[in-house]
């Protein structure tokens, strides 16, 4: 199995950048999509960048084109979401997600195994 672990959440003002790490354990990293997602209380969880298992594709929400910046490095089980020009509206706990040999799919209920446990990002005006 895999397990996934996100860092680098925390607090910043509007306009700043943070960058975001997904730490993953277990084999065959590099087999597996990654993406992240996030979600905010009384919201559905959106879907926010996702990297192909052999890393040559990405996609990204609407809502981030342009500012965020999805990558991965397979020596270090370790998937990035680097984060600019941060508005107060991308306030949300960050999750990493893996799934194995898949597509990238924006419907955080289809195809994606594992999770990590979150990590928050706050943005102030």
């Known amino acids: 199995q895999v397990q996934l672990v996100e860092s680098g959440g925390g607090l910043v003002q509007a306009g700043g950048s943070l960058r975001l790490s997904c730490a993953a354990s277990?084999?065959?990293?590099?087999?597996?999509?990654m993406a992240w997602f996030r979600q905010t209380p009384g919201k559905e969880r959106e879907f926010v960048a996702g990297i192909n298992w052999g890393g040559g594709r990405t996609k990204y929400g609407d809502s981030v084109k342009g500012r965020f910046t999805i990558s991965r490095d397979n020596a270090k089980n370790t998937v990035y979401l680097q984060m600019n020009s941060l508005k107060p509206e991308d306030t949300a706990v960050y999750y990493c997600?893996?799934?194995?040999?898949?597509?990238?799919?924006?419907?955080?209920?289809?195809?994606?195994?594992?999770w990590g446990q979150g990590t928050q990002v706050t943005v102030s005006s």
């Open positions: 277990g084999r065959s990293f590099s087999s597996y999509t």
């Open positions: 997600a893996a799934h194995y040999l898949g597509s990238i799919v924006v419907v955080p209920t289809t195809g994606y195994e594992y």
